[in-house]
């Protein structure tokens, strides 16, 4: 059966480039399996079943206990693909990076930006979010629909266009439109949901007027780095090697070392002069004129990606901005820390912060420890968030 579907761009102009991707999904993950393929192979292909193991989430694709790949996979491709067919294929397979989102009657097609190739569509599509009507033969076994019972879909992809579009006005950096979100989220989580297709463009139109004062704090690179740690360390599992490697030059940076095992600290000798020489090149050279554009898109992938405001990371709308807005500031800090002695950042280096930041953060289980460490290091107030995410003087909370 055949299904239509409106897809923004930059997913429209997305393939897979398997063997050579630089991250690939085979890799490192549980690929889950839905019960309908869990069931198809049970009837059609049982010895595909040997591939599958139980977790605490379900089903899963089998790892290589040495290279960490599927065990279907084969130089770049899957084996299930390639005997099978496309059909045999689990729905997480099948579909990543895309994501489709149900709203009302509608279906979006955005992309997780925890595919390099993903990324690097965003990245250089000139209008990534333009919507394009695409036709899909297959859509996911569970779909969930994210339309409020007090409101239309029309309605809905209204706000949701709204809020992009401001995010990407042109002269707009990430930052202040994080700010902006901010004092937004604050006004829809008060007012009732069928109130808010009337009044969101009123409080577009007055965000700047309502910003928070930014509520400076030196020790938030530190802050971020630790966090970031600890969220880690939480997984149980050690950092893969890419996030460890950009873990590592974001640790140079800030000028700290922090235990993998127990999170303690310790400053390393010219902890400030490097951190603030590294900052001095960034607004010498303009640097923040560069990455402005990448920031601008992947702010507006995260969306895309979570149907925001009606659907993300987080309970209320003001979680899921304290939450987007965290992962903001950490990329800024990764690019900072990517960035040569001219105060310049390659695009597949900025490509590789997006990416390897996305991998880890957007597939965390639950959002309670993210929110309970963000809040605990002030992030939770609007004055703190807009300092974090640098919508200050200069680019940089100093």
């Known amino acids: 059966m055949t299904s239509s579907l409106q897809c923004f761009n930059y997913m429209k102009q997305f393939r897979c480039i398997g063997a050579e991707c630089e991250d690939t999904c085979c890799k490192g993950w549980n690929m889950q399996v839905d019960a309908a393929h869990y069931n198809l192979y049970q009837s059609q292909a049982p010895q595909l079943l040997e591939a599958i193991v139980e977790s605490p989430v379900g089903y899963v694709m089998k790892r290589d206990i040495t290279t960490g790949f599927c065990v279907k996979y084969n130089e770049g491709l899957c084996k299930i693909h390639s005997t099978k067919g496309e059909e045999f294929l689990g729905d997480a397979c099948h579909f990543f990076p895309r994501s489709i989102r149900a709203m009302g009657d509608g279906l979006l097609v ?88 009337e009044g969101v463009g009123v409080m577009i139109k007055t965000a700047d007027m ?146 390897t930041l996305a991998r880890f953060m957007d597939h965390l289980a639950e959002p309670e420890l993210s929110i309970n460490l963000y809040s605990q290091a002030g992030w939770n107030k609007g004055a703190r968030l807009r300092a974090l995410v640098g919508d200050v003087q200069g680019g940089w909370p100093l």
């Open 110 to 197: 955005s992309g997780a930006l925890s595919c390099p190739e993903s990324v690097r569509q965003l990245l250089a599509t000139e209008s990534p979010f333009n919507l394009l009507d695409t036709t899909y033969d297959r859509l996911p076994e569970v779909q969930k629909n994210y339309l409020p019972t007090d409101m239309t879909a029309d309605g809905a992809l209204d706000i949701m266009h709204v809020l992009r579009n401001m995010v990407m006005e042109d002269g707009v950096s990430a930052s202040r439109s994080v700010a902006r979100l901010a004092v937004i989220a604050e006004s829809l989580d008060m007012f009732g949901v069928d109130k808010w297709s």
């Open 210 to 355: 309502r910003l928070h004062t930014a509520d400076l704090n030196e020790m938030d690179a530190v802050n971020l780095l630790h966090t970031l740690s600890g969220l880690i360390h939480a997984t149980g599992n050690p950092a893969r090697k890419r996030l460890e490697d950009l873990f590592a030059k974001m640790e140079l940076l800030v000028g700290i070392k922090i235990d993998r095992k127990t999170l303690d600290i310790w400053q390393t000798t010219g902890r400030e002069e490097v951190f603030l020489g590294a900052v001095k090149c960034w607004q010498k050279n303009g640097t923040e004129e560069q990455v402005a554009p990448w920031l601008q898109k992947w702010l507006a992938a995260q969306l895309a990606i979570a149907a925001f405001p009606f659907s993300g990371f987080g309970k209320s709308i003001q979680e899921r901005i304290m939450i987007i807005g965290v992962r903001l500031a950490t990329l800024r800090l990764a690019l900072l820390a990517l960035m040569d002695n001219n105060g310049k950042i390659m695009l597949e280096d900025a490509i590789l912060a997006m990416q």
